[in-house]
């Protein structure tokens, strides 16, 4: 095999010298796509992200070298020469990746003209649209704000713009963890042949997309990498049964005639919605079809054009700053890009104590404990003095989870917040807000393209056409 890329004996180790990455080869070739898979935590990304010569904050390379196209890298020089030019990256959280003060179309229309320097304005438009199709990308969406675009609609515009430059080599961390099966089928079909060949590094958890796309899978798993076996789907769960809510009793959360208008188009159509106290109920929809406006609608961050909520039988208002002054009821969102989300400069401990603060100064008894839920979502007590940047992708949902569930909200709203997951790990997150529901009897709403996760809802609603079914 010719190689593109070629790692040889690859060591990462963090500044306490526990051990990330030990001893790792990696050869890439021209026109193979190659998948990489193992727990959350395990170095994956940590092993993508050094192809492209960067070592998250507190890591350092302790052995081996890195060669794409015959350049280094992690050399000022290397870097330069291999950015935009030879190298093309999807990460975990797309809408971080994209400039917010920018349209869609502005981006892809910038990153064009660095890959067609002089090229005529029909020529572009014309790359733009195709790059577009390609990632299933609805025109329509070009003239948003990255802030008007669901998760999965973002990772879509990244990944039309990872295409408009024709990278030789491409990155991609976990490219359809917030997209509809339909949607990441497409989008894997695209990337499975390019007609540039490019060598393609597929980092992903979805065992569907890694056996669709990949010609070769490897396994990472204790900083070790290892050919992977023949990929299967999890099997069954088989769990105690779940003690299901008695629907003939009032519900603790109820929305009545709930809009949201974008322009003309309304998102939300006169929404009814109704959750019993410790109930889960999965929601389910085409990307882009309003899962996500309905969970930030609930949290009080994007306040509709109409409808009324209630808790408990009581009125709520629709502003989560006007609820916060008023001490009103705290419904806790979940979103899919945890990296925004998190307090860059924070460490993990600091998040979870002032979850824990505003709790308390808000009269909202805490359950678990910092060291506890930690625990029951499978991180490990020596991650309370991390910050988000020396997390995995995987890891930080996790985190944001665990703040939520400190803060002790009236209702959790979890956007897709196993998408990222390795099966286990996202059976044991799965398991944990099962027992949290029960206990506390927090109402769970889940916002999910997976079966396995939906299948863990007391109810699974669809949103299409701005109404639930």
């Not at 195709?130 to 990255?146: I, K, N, Q, T, V």
């Not at 497409?186 to 065992?207: E, K, M, Q």
């Not at 809510?245 to 929404?271: C, F, K, N, W």
Request: glycine share 10%.
């Amino acid at each position: 095999m010719s190689g593109l890329v070629d790692v040889r004996g690859l060591s990462v180790a963090t500044q306490h010298g526990a051990v990330i990455l030990d001893g790792v080869d990696l050869e890439l070739a021209d026109g193979t796509v190659t998948g990489l898979v193992g727990p959350s935590g395990a170095g994956k990304t940590t092993l993508a992200h050094a192809l492209l010569g960067h070592l998250g904050p507190g890591l350092r390379r302790t052995a081996g070298t890195v060669r794409v196209a015959g350049l280094d890298p992690f050399t000022l020089d290397g870097r330069r020469a291999l950015r935009g030019r030879v190298t093309g990256y999807v990460p975990q959280d797309p809408a971080s990746a994209l400039n917010p003060r920018h349209r869609v179309l502005t981006q892809l229309d910038a990153a064009d003209r660095i890959a067609h320097p002089g090229a005529d304005r029909r020529d572009r438009a014309r790359r733009v649209a195709e790059a577009a199709r390609a990632a299933s990308l609805d025109e329509h969406l070009l003239r948003r704000h990255p802030g008007r675009l669901s998760g999965g609609q973002a990772q879509r515009a990244l990944l039309a713009r990872t295409l408009l430059t024709e990278p030789r080599l491409i990155v991609l961390d976990e490219p359809t963890s917030g997209l509809d099966p339909a949607t990441a089928h497409a989008v894997g079909s695209a990337f499975a042949d390019l007609p540039w060949r490019p060598a393609v590094l597929l980092v992903s958890h979805d065992l569907s997309v890694i056996t669709r796309m990949a010609d070769r899978t490897f396994t990472v798993a204790a900083g070790r990498i290892a050919p992977a076996p023949k990929a299967t789907a999890p099997p069954a769960v088989v769990r105690a049964p779940v003690c299901r809510p008695d629907h003939g009793q009032a519900s603790m959360l109820s929305v009545t005639g709930l809009t949201v208008r974008r322009g003309e188009a309304r998102i939300l159509d006169d929404l009814s919605l109704a959750i019993a106290q410790g109930e889960m109920v999965a929601v389910r929809g085409d990307s882009g079809s309003g899962k996500t406006t309905l969970a930030r609608a609930l949290a009080g961050l994007a306040p509709p054009a109409a409808g009324q909520l209630r808790l408990h039988g009581r009125p709520v208002g629709w502003d989560a700053s006007a609820r916060a002054r008023t001490g009103g009821p705290f419904l806790a969102y979940v979103g899919q890009d945890a990296r925004a989300a998190l307090n860059p400069h924070e460490p993990v401990h600091r998040t979870l104590g002032r979850a824990r603060a505003s709790a308390a100064r808000n009269g909202r008894s805490c359950g678990w404990g910092p060291e506890e839920v930690l625990d029951r979502f499978g991180l490990d007590p020596a991650h309370l003095e991390r910050r988000p940047d020396q997390l995995s992708g995987g890891q930080r949902h996790r985190v944001a989870l665990a703040r939520a569930i400190t803060a002790a909200p009236a209702v959790l709203l979890c956007d897709e917040s196993t998408a990222s997951l390795d099966p286990a790990t996202e059976e044991r997150v799965l398991e944990a807000l099962d027992r949290y529901r029960r206990e506390r009897g927090t109402p769970v709403l889940l916002i999910t393209h997976r079966d396995r996760v939906a299948s863990r809802a007391d109810r699974a609603l669809t949103l299409s056409e701005g109404t639930l079914r």
